[in-house]
Each structure stands twice: as structure tokens, then as C-alpha cells.
């Protein structure tokens, strides 16, 4: 089966503060894709990172970072001095290698960041 | 605006109505994709088109439920007889899958259509 589980249902920072958003998934397949998604107020899904199973580099880009581990199952993401604009739904997602390439979303976790 | 359009924006309706939804995708993808997305829970997989072909359809598709994408471009969602249940956002993504693409297919989602069943 596959899963994705975001345990964190909803997490309040503070301006400038950290904060890292977990992800666990379950597949049976030796190979797929990480997604993670971000949702605004406006409802529109924004795509923020693909990462497929056989790179397991952490990546950066500007105040974001993915850190994938295989070992654990988890496709974590940190965002680094978080500011207001940042405050959205975040869904992590499970893309199998079949033909469909459809996604299986986390149930999301909502990110409040306080002035 | 070169991004998925879907219309209305919103849409409530009396229980037992029939409604239809509008997904128009970036011109030159030929996949198209239907996910609902109920409160508090991530989008879940309805059915995809590749061009005009209806290629998978999830169990959570009821008979109440129809998708067209008749020339491979648009795409309708219709819900017949609807249920306080259908309250979601549906939501329509597209990508463009092809030789040479694999492992791309970035889906690029619409603002969704939130449907309210009275």
C-alpha cells in the first residue's frame, strides 16, 4: 500500500523561527518520486521540489531545504527564518512509476507564522 | 494567464442537483487530472485523461460521477443527483507526459472549484 503520513496537523512560529515539517511515506516500490506542494489561502496547489528515490542529496534552495533519508522513510522540509508569507498548507506526496504518475497526498500540515 | 483555469470558483447547490465543473489545462499538456480535496485532509486522486482517453478512474468515483475531455484540450466534471458528501474542492492539475519525459510530469494545479451541497 501506499501512504504518506504528515503527523504534524497544524504548527504555530513565530517570525524568523525554524521550522521543520515531517513527512513519512510507505511503498513497496524501489523506485518513485517526493513531492512537496504548498497551498495558499487561494486553494492553488504551488509545487515547490520533486525528489526522486535514488538521490538522496539534501537540497537547498534559499530559505528552504528537503532533507530525504531512505533509511527512515522520510522526506522532511525545513524552512530557515520563516517569514508571514509562508504561512500556507503544506502537503507532502507519493508519485508511483506506473503510468498514471497520480499523486497520494499527505493530509497536509498548516503552517501559521506570527509576526 | 498561462495556468490551469477551472470555473466557477464556487458553487453551492441544493442536495439531489446535478452541477458541472470546467477545467481548461496548460495548451500544450496532454494529461489531465481530477483530485478532490475535502476539510482538513490532502487532495485525492479522482481520474486522469490522457488526451481525450479517460485512462483511470479511482473508487472514490461513484456512479454519480462522469469526466469528459472530448477533443483532448477541456474538461468537465459533472455530479448528478448530488449529497452533502460531495462538499470538497475539486481540483484539476495538468502536465505533459512523453518520450524522453519520464519522471518529469510535473502536475500544475487550478485554484480548484469548492463545491457546497446544502
Known amino acids: 500500500a501506499q501512504k504518506v503520513t504528515q503527523a504534524q496537523t497544524e504548527i504555530s512560529v513565530v517570525e524568523k523561527e525554524d521550522v521543520t515539517l515531517d513527512c513519512v511515506y510507505e511503498?513497496?516500490?524501489?523506485?518513485?518520486?517526493l513531492f512537496w506542494y504548498k497551498q495558499p489561502p487561494s486553494g492553488e496547489l504551488v509545487f515547490l521540489i520533486r525528489?526522486?528515490?535514488?538521490?538522496?542529496q539534501n537540497e537547498i534552495s534559499g530559505r528552504y531545504s528537503w532533507n530525504f533519508q531512505k533509511s527512515t522513510s522520510s522526506f522532511n522540509f525545513t524552512i530557515t527564518a520563516s517569514q508571514v508569507v509562508d504561512s500556507a498548507v503544506y502537503f507532502c506526496a507519493l508519485r508511483r512509476m506506473d503510468s498514471s504518475y497520480k499523486l497520494i497526498f499527505g493530509s497536509g500540515t498548516r503552517l501559521l507564522v506570527r509576526p | 494567464d498561462t495556468g490551469v483555469s477551472q470555473d466557477p470558483r464556487h458553487k453551492i447547490t441544493k442536495r439531489g442537483q446535478n452541477v458541472t465543473f470546467r477545467c481548461d489545462p496548460i495548451?500544450?499538456?496532454?494529461?489531465l487530472y481530477w483530485y478532490r480535496q475535502t476539510l482538513g485532509q490532502g487532495p485525492e486522486f479522482l481520474t486522469y485523461f490522457q488526451n481525450e482517453a479517460q485512462l483511470e478512474k479511482s473508487r472514490l468515483l461513484s456512479d454519480r460521477f462522469s469526466a469528459e475531455r472530448p477533443k483532448g484540450s477541456f474538461s468537465t466534471l459533472e455530479i448528478q443527483r448530488t449529497e452533502q458528501g460531495d462538499s470538497a474542492m475539486y481540483l484539476c492539475a495538468s502536465s505533459l507526459v512523453g518520450i524522453g519525459l519520464a519522471g518529469y510530469n510535473e502536475q500544475f494545479f487550478g485554484p480548484g472549484t469548492r463545491l457546497t451541497v446544502l
Open positions: 525528489r526522486n528515490s535514488f538521490d538522496e
Open positions: 511503498t513497496r516500490d524501489t523506485t518513485y518520486y
Open positions: 495548451s500544450e499538456h496532454n494529461r
